[in-house]
Each structure stands twice: as structure tokens, then as C-alpha cells.
């Protein structure tokens, strides 16, 4: 080890949470985002709105129960709607206990269904992820293995994503499981009725308020962190880097999926701007590319990028058949014409006014 | 409605279909099947497993078969309706009929996913048939029911026979704004019962004699239900129908003002009767004074 020991004591443990919180506020600004976007189609597309409403209603519901369940508080009331959650424990637990349940549900839902996600993916992707190996233990170093970490499992994932293949019925599973999450992922509620916790501040004052409600149990926290690190140090293991790194991962799969829900959700705004039967040609052609491309390449190439082609392929034709009907069927991609432009072409002197 | 049907001064305030929707539970039963049967077919033909069900050509059918069998008993015992299990088992009988008679059975996993697909979109079709069989006419004095695709059912309920009515909305439901309105009848119509029944069974005895002890013990639990003919099953927009109907049982319910006002107007009709008898009286008698007089 040739860090300094101010650095290794002091600040290298802060490395990798560092990380994780970076992740987790672009997450927030995904969820920010998305929940934006959804504001606006709620008008016309009120059931997928109160679906992803109940989604999320859903993963914030199990996080508390499940916060009851680990501090063994018991659940007495489980009640959940599309526009209201509700979990009552057996026993008012105070202090510590009270603290803990309450973490889960502010910060449960951001990490809780992701971890599902990524037990899934664990399950159907090939080969094992590399976990960078310290060697220094300094800030600078744990930031790098961090990265490291999270960039081997991001290949991992957008390999999987790249090369999912719809007839294969684990693939469709993960596939589903993605989009519930990119849709429900978020803590507030987004609905005709203005209410409150609707932004990404209130979530955070939240998280503030539970925080500084009791610093004592954040300085444990940390102590513990702390001891952990120390214990990985000398046992010279990365255990410390790789555990907070699974928090970046689950992050990862969250800000996919999120990108995933945007996609979905500027399909249908464009799909809003076309009238009439013709807004189910892009579904046709979705359906009928990707199917196409999967069954007929097999008996032309032989490979292992048939399942990724037929995928390009589906997203292309899509983009495109949409594209198409947007220029034909609409006035989006018209040039609107200047004014002036257009008292050139009739003369300078012609005036409405004479 | 037909213009036969209507009563006198009656009119129509909304009629209504239950929602495409509302008969999930018959709707994922043929889901399950096309489900299961990809699945099936994938795993024969396509997965890392298929040389599992290589070995010999039952393999596969059984697999199928199982599992749709299994998935028809705890279907039936969850919703206490043992037709989901012979569903099923006619499913899995005819598959099986049709693979035999055409001998096709080494080709199980290219049928089995066909098949399951066919009969799905088959219960699909039946399904929408039911659905579109429904019918439910509110109007200012009654609501009638009917149903049914074979034996048409009819039931009307006037307003003033409803003791209580029962909502219910799913998930579903919440999502795209349909819900259930059970209206009970004082004959207790829209009223099923919940039976659930415990046992333990006890082998007394040694080799040679023994006996057998059973002890059991029953509950019954009155709830609202009644069969899609004879609810409003799943009607849109749930909230507007729901507060329709409480108005319009509310409109024919005397209240008890009202009631007293009754009954101070037959007070006051009585009165009026023994005033008129006793006017008539008091003409008679004068009649019969003025002919004496004469």
C-alpha cells in the first residue's frame, strides 16, 4: 500500500459512496423527468398513467412492508390502490426500529425493485462479472474500482440488451420486468389531482428530514462503513468496493429502465399526433420486422448476432414507418416559412393597409 | 331496449355493457393456456432443456399435461369453481385425442403450441360472445339484467326492493374506471354464501383393528355475489353508474320525513273523510226534518 494513511483512514471510504450517490441523483433526474413526461399524456392516455401510478404505489408499498418485516414489526393492514398505499404494522416499534422501516421506504423503492431486476439478469446472462481487485486502498482507487465495477456490469447488461431475443420466454420475462420498473419506479404520485409530493425535492427533503431526524443512526451508519472498509483493508479483499457497487448496478438497471419507459412514452405522444387506422401500422410493423427478421435469418446466416439484427431491425423500421406517417399524415415536419421570406416572393410594396 | 319493454312513463337513463375487460378471470385462463404452450414449445424445441424431453415423445405431453392439470386445481379451489379444472382437462383430452388420431405425437412440440394458441383465441371469442350477451338497462323505476348467450336470463329489480348495494373495482378496474354494483334484493337476491370446511382424519388401532376418526367443522359466511346476468358486472365509468344507482334508489326509499308527512296526510284525509260523513249526516237529517215539517 503506498497511499497516504490520512487517505486510506480518512477519505477512502467515502470513494464508493460517493459513486452510488451520483448514480442515484441521475436516477432522481431520470425519475424527474419521467414523471414529467407522463404529466403530460395524462389527459389522454389516463390508464397508463394510473397503471404506472399503481406501479409505483406498488413498489413503495412492499419497500414499507417489507422495512415492517425486517425490524419485525408485523404488517396488521396492507391496502393498496392506483392512487393510494397504506401498510400498518402489528407493533409500533420506536427508535432504531421506527428509523429503519422508514429508510425503507424512502429509499427502498429506488434500489428494492431493481434488486429484483437484477436477480433475473443474474439468472439468464452468461458468464460472471469482473470485480476490480484493490491494491492501494486509497479515494483515488476506490473511485477507479468503482467505475471499473460498474462498467463491467454495464457491458454485461447492454450486451443482454442488444441481444435480447423475443422468442426466448426468459428474455420477454426480464424485457417485461424492465419496462414495470422504467414506468413504476418513482415515490410520488402523478395525477389529475395536484398534490403534493409530486417532484424530485420533495422526495429529497424527505430523505433530508428522515436524516436529520436522527443523525446519531447516520454517524452509526457510517461507523460502520467505516469498519467495514477497515476490515477489507486488512484483510486485503475488495468487499468493501463490491458491496457498494451492487447499489451502483441496481442504480444502473434503474436509469436503463427509466430510458426504456421514455422510449415507450415518446412512442405513443408521436403515435398521438397520428389520426384515424394508421396508428396501428407502427405496431404492425414492430411486430411483423422483428418476426420477419427472427424466423427467416436463421436459414440464411448462421450466428450469433441474428437476435441483435432482428432487434435493430424492428427498431428501425418502426422509427422510420412512424417517421413517415408523421411527415405524410401530419404538419410536423413542415417548413414553416418566415414572413418576411414571404413579402419577397409578393413584392416589397404590396400593404394589406392600401 | 326494446320499445315493448318500456312501461308507461318509464325512461331509459343508461345502457350499458360490461367493460371488455371486466372477465379477466375468463380472459386469463386462455392467456395461461397460450402461455404455457409457447413455453412448452420453446422448451422442446429452442431451449437448453430440450434434450430433457428427447428421451421419449410422452415426454413433452405429459410435461404440458401436468402442469395444466395442476394449475386447474388450484384455479378451482381458489375461486371454489371446479369447471376451470375440467376446462383444462378437456383441453388436455382433446389435445391429446387430436395428436393420437393424427399421429402426430413426435411432433408434440410443434402441436402443443399451436393448439393452445387456436383454442385460446377459440375462448377468446367465446368470452367476448358472453361479454356482448350482457345487457343492463337502468331506467327511473327499474334495472333490468339480461344475459346469456344460449338461455337468455332476465331479471328486473325496482328500485324500492333494493335493501343495500355492494361495489367492488379491481386493479383492473381502478385502472381503466370499471367496477362491479351488486344490488341486494330484500329477498336476499345478490347474497352467496363463502363455505369453508376443515377435516382430520386419525388411524386408531394396531394392525389387526383399527378404526377411522374424521372430525370436521364448517363456516359459512354470507357475501355479496351473483352471476354477471344478474349485477351490474363491470360497468363504465363505475363512479358515474355507481352514484346513478344510489340516487335512483334513493329517489324511490321514504325517508322519514317523508314518511311522516304521510301519515300526517292521511291524518288529515281521515279528518276530511269523518268532516264530509258527518256534513252528509247533518244533510240527511235536515232532509228528513224538512219533510216532516211538510
Redesign the interface.
Known amino acids: 500500500m503506498s497511499g497516504s494513511p490520512v487517505d486510506i483512514v480518512v477519505f477512502a471510504p467515502l470513494a464508493p459512496l460517493f459513486g452510488v450517490l451520483l448514480f442515484w441523483f441521475i436516477q432522481l433526474l431520470f425519475i424527474e423527468s419521467h414523471k414529467y413526461q407522463l404529466s403530460k399524456i395524462w389527459e389522454k392516455h389516463?390508464?397508463l398513467c394510473?397503471?404506472t401510478n399503481?406501479l409505483g404505489i406498488l413498489y413503495q408499498t412492499v419497500c414499507h412492508a417489507l422495512g415492517f418485516t425486517v425490524t419485525k414489526s408485523g404488517i396488521s393492514n396492507f391496502y393498496i390502490?392506483?392512487d393510494y398505499g397504506k401498510v400498518a404494522p402489528k407493533k409500533e416499534k420506536k427508535g432504531i426500529f421506527e428509523w429503519t422501516s422508514n429508510a425503507f421506504l424512502f429509499v427502498g423503492p429506488f434500489f428494492i425493485p431493481a434488486l429484483l431486476l437484477f436477480i433475473v439478469f443474474f439468472l439468464i446472462q452468461n458468464g460472471s462479472i469482473e470485480i476490480a481487485q484493490s491494491m492501494e486502498y486509497t479515494f483515488a482507487e476506490g473511485m477507479i474500482n468503482f467505475g471499473t465495477n460498474l462498467y463491467a456490469f454495464s457491458e454485461h447488461l447492454f450486451l443482454l440488451l442488444i441481444s435480447i431475443d423475443l422468442?426466448?420466454?426468459p428474455h420477454i420475462i426480464f424485457l417485461i420486468l424492465l419496462i414495470f420498473l422504467g414506468m413504476g419506479i418513482r415515490p410520488s404520485y402523478v395525477g389529475e389531482e395536484k398534490r403534493k409530493k409530486v417532484n424530485m425535492l420533495y422526495d429529497l427533503y424527505n430523505i433530508k428530514v428522515h436524516i436529520f431526524q436522527k443523525p446519531l443512526y447516520i454517524l452509526l451508519l457510517f461507523l460502520i462503513a467505516y469498519i467495514f472498509f477497515y476490515i477489507s483493508v486488512l484483510l486485503k479483499t475488495n468487499w468493501y468496493t463490491s458491496l457498494f457497487s451492487i447499489f451502483g448496478w441496481l442504480s444502473i438497471i434503474a436509469i436503463v429502465s427509466l430510458i426504456i419507459a421514455h422510449m415507450i412514452i415518446f412512442l405513443i405522444k408521436a403515435l398521438d399526433e397520428i389520426s384515424g387506422l394508421l396508428k396501428i401500422l407502427p405496431f404492425f410493423t414492430l411486430l411483423l420486422s422483428y418476426a420477419l427478421m427472427r424466423l427467416s435469418l436463421p436459414s440464411i446466416i448462421q450466428n450469433e448476432y441474428i437476435a441483435s439484427v432482428s432487434l435493430f431491425v424492428m427498431l428501425f423500421s418502426t422509427g422510420a414507418v412512424i417517421l413517415l406517417l408523421l411527415k405524410f399524415t401530419t404538419n410536423k415536419f413542415k417548413p414553416s416559412m418566415k414572413m418576411k421570406e414571404l413579402r419577397v416572393e409578393d413584392g416589397p410594396k404590396r400593404n394589406i393597409r392600401k | 331496449m326494446d320499445q315493448n319493454e318500456i312501461l308507461e312513463n318509464e325512461r331509459v337513463e343508461k345502457s350499458l355493457s360490461p367493460h371488455p375487460l371486466s372477465f379477466m378471470r375468463l380472459q386469463s385462463l386462455c392467456l395461461f393456456l397460450i402461455i404455457w404452450g409457447?413455453?412448452v414449445g420453446?422448451l422442446v424445441n429452442?431451449s437448453e432443456f430440450k434434450d430433457l424431453f428427447s428421451g421419449n415423445e410422452w415426454f413433452p405431453i405429459l410435461a404440458w399435461g401436468l402442469v395444466l392439470l395442476l394449475v386447474g386445481v388450484i384455479a378451482s379451489l381458489i375461486t371454489i369453481q371446479w369447471s376451470i379444472f375440467f376446462l383444462f382437462l378437456g383441453v388436455f383430452a382433446g389435445g391429446l385425442a387430436l395428436m393420437l388420431s393424427q399421429g402426430v405425437l413426435n411432433e408434440s412440440g410443434v402441436f402443443i403450441p399451436f393448439y393452445s394458441v387456436a383454442i385460446s383465441i377459440l375462448g377468446f371469442l367465446i368470452v367476448e360472445l358472453y361479454r356482448r350477451s350482457h345487457k343492463y338497462i337502468i331506467s327511473n323505476f327499474r334495472i333490468i339484467f339480461k344475459g346469456g348467450i344460449i338461455t337468455k336470463r332476465e331479471r328486473t329489480l325496482r328500485y324500492d326492493k333494493i335493501t343495500d348495494i355492494d361495489a367492488k373495482q379491481g386493479?383492473l378496474g381502478?385502472?381503466?374506471?370499471f367496477g362491479t354494483i351488486i344490488p341486494i334484493s330484500q329477498s336476499g337476491f345478490g347474497l352467496g354464501s363463502d363455505k369453508s370446511f376443515a377435516a382430520g382424519g386419525i388411524n386408531v388401532g394396531t394392525k389387526k383393528v383399527g378404526f377411522l376418526g374424521l372430525f370436521g367443522g364448517g363456516k359459512d359466511v354470507q357475501t355479496p355475489r351473483a352471476r354477471s346476468y344478474y349485477e351490474l358486472h363491470g360497468v363504465h365509468p363505475y363512479k358515474e353508474v355507481k352514484k346513478l344507482v344510489e340516487n335512483l334508489v334513493q329517489g324511490h326509499v321514504i325517508t322519514p320525513y317523508q314518511q311522516e308527512q304521510v301519515a300526517f296526510q292521511k291524518e288529515q284525509v281521515d279528518i276530511q273523510k269523518q268532516m264530509r260523513d258527518l256534513l252528509k249526516k247533518q244533510m240527511e237529517t235536515k232532509g228528513e226534518e224538512n219533510e216532516s215539517e211538510s
Open positions: 389516463k390508464p394510473r397503471f399503481f390502490s392506483v422468442l426466448h420466454p | 409457447v413455453l420453446w429452442f386493479v381502478q385502472i381503466f374506471g
